[in-house]
T-cell receptor
Framework: DGGITQSPKYLFRKEGQNVTLSCEQN?????MYWYRQDPGQGLRLIYY???????QKGDIAEGYSVSREKKESFPLTVTSAQKNPTAFYLC??????????????FGDGTRLSIL | DQQVKQNSPSLSVQEGRISILNCDYT??????FLWYKKYPAEGPTFLIS?????DKNEDGRFTVFLNKSAKHLSLHIVPSQPGDSAVYFC??????????????FGTGTLLAVQP
């Protein structure tokens, strides 16, 4: 089955630690995205990538870093510089080539909590 | 500045009746609109979309209406079923700006369908 896999589902971090969230897709999608959801808020874009070895900052990139070494993978690192990292993190992907508009498809998310 | 607004945080509807979820936007550059459905601790699932060249798009029990002059869209679910109970997010993007497909999300409406 094709899809987007995020791991782990739950993650705990001590203050001052960096932590990396995994996102893998086997949909052969070109673009990948990371969002953050906080209670009572919509999804906010952290980083996105349209092609391997290239990525762009979203609206709330401070304290986060990403890499895109393979088309299938787009890991997100939450660094110690992110002052309020507790949130639900969602990864998405989208096919760019082909006619018409294509929706983004989402993984099931990783909930990050500070110990 | 919230570019996509869902002013009703919650909505309760009887099974079999119509559910109407509303969304307003402020950016006139938006030309592609989507609705996502989200269950707790899961990623959003794409439901239906509409391009600004249309004013209606229908898919089974789901219909999205777009009123460009009012910068308003709505999602109609008929008939509503208990399994439709979830948070519904409206999202918008400006595809004319390129293939970035940055989605701007509303804050969501929690729909509860009562048996």
């Amino acid at each position: 089955d094709g899809g987007i896999t995020q791991s782990p589902k739950y993650l705990f971090r001590k203050e001052g630690q960096n932590v990396t969230l995994s996102c893998e897709q086997n949909l052969n999608h070109d673009a990948m995205y990371w969002y953050r959801q906080d209670p009572g808020q919509g999804l906010r874009l952290i980083y996105y990538s349209q092609i391997v070895n290239d990525f762009q900052k979203g609206d709330i990139a401070e304290g986060y870093s990403v890499s895109r070494e393979k088309k299938e993978s787009f890991p997100l690192t939450v660094t110690s510089a992110q002052k309020n990292p507790t949130a639900f993190y969602l990864c998405a992907s989208r096919r760019l080539r082909g006619a018409g508009s294509q929706p983004q498809h989402f993984g099931d998310g990783t909930r990050l909590s500070i110990l | 500045d919230q570019q996509v607004k869902q002013n009703s945080p919650s909505l309760s509807v009887q099974e079999g009746r119509i559910s109407i979820l509303n969304c307003d936007y402020t950016n006139s550059m938006f030309d592609y609109f989507l609705w996502y459905k989200k269950y707790p601790a899961e990623g959003p699932t794409f439901l239906i979309s509409i391009s600004s060249i249309k004013d209606k798009n229908e898919d089974g029990r789901f219909t999205v209406f777009l009123n460009k002059s009012a910068k308003h869209l709505s999602l109609h679910i008929v008939p509503s079923q208990p399994g439709d109970s979830a948070v519904y997010f409206c999202a918008a993007s400006a595809l004319r700006g390129g293939a970035t497909n940055k989605l701007i999300f509303g804050t969501g409406t929690l729909l509860a369908v009562q048996p």
